[in-house]
């Protein structure tokens, strides 16, 4: 295993905060940079046509729709009988169940087109709740 010596944060939903503004983030360690990250997905969608912009990206839209399964399918992302199972529960669709699924598929995914990047979730060790501070700030957005 390579040494997973990035700290890197990706944001699922409304980044921008200028739709329904509703979005988690999620760190994770890889042993590739932001940068080889964002170039591995170029690459993934030049050469296999899967474009993660493209995938859940409408208002309460958590469809992967099936070209993109066939291709996750053909990467061994995914495997038939997944897909099928999930389809039993989702009326014919294949949807994804949370943020944080679609955020470990898309990584996931590239680890399976570029078998050298590697990743595991980041959990901030002894993390505790500060309440006083709930809530502060507000008047500093527009």
Not at 27 to 47: C, V
Not at 105 to 131: G, S
Request: glycine share 8%; with cysteine; charged share 30%.
């Amino acid at each position: 295993m390579a040494e997973l010596n990035h700290v890197i944060e990706i944001e699922v939903g409304d980044w921008s905060k200028d739709g329904h503004n509703q979005s988690d983030t999620f760190l994770f360690k890889s042993n590739y940079s932001g940068e080889e990250i964002d170039k591995g997905f170029e690459r993934l969608k030049k050469e296999k046509k899967i474009d993660f912009q493209d995938i859940c990206c409408d208002y309460e839209d958590s469809e992967i729709k099936n070209g993109v399964l066939t291709k996750l399918i053909k990467l061994g992302v995914l495997s038939q009988d997944d897909v099928d199972y999930a389809k039993e529960y989702y009326d014919g669709c294949y949807c994804v169940d949370s943020a944080l699924d679609l955020a470990a598929l898309a990584l996931d995914t590239l680890h399976a087109f570029d078998p050298a990047f590697e990743w595991e979730e980041y959990i901030i060790p002894n993390k505790e709740d500060c309440n006083a501070l709930n809530g502060i700030g507000y008047g500093c957005y527009s």
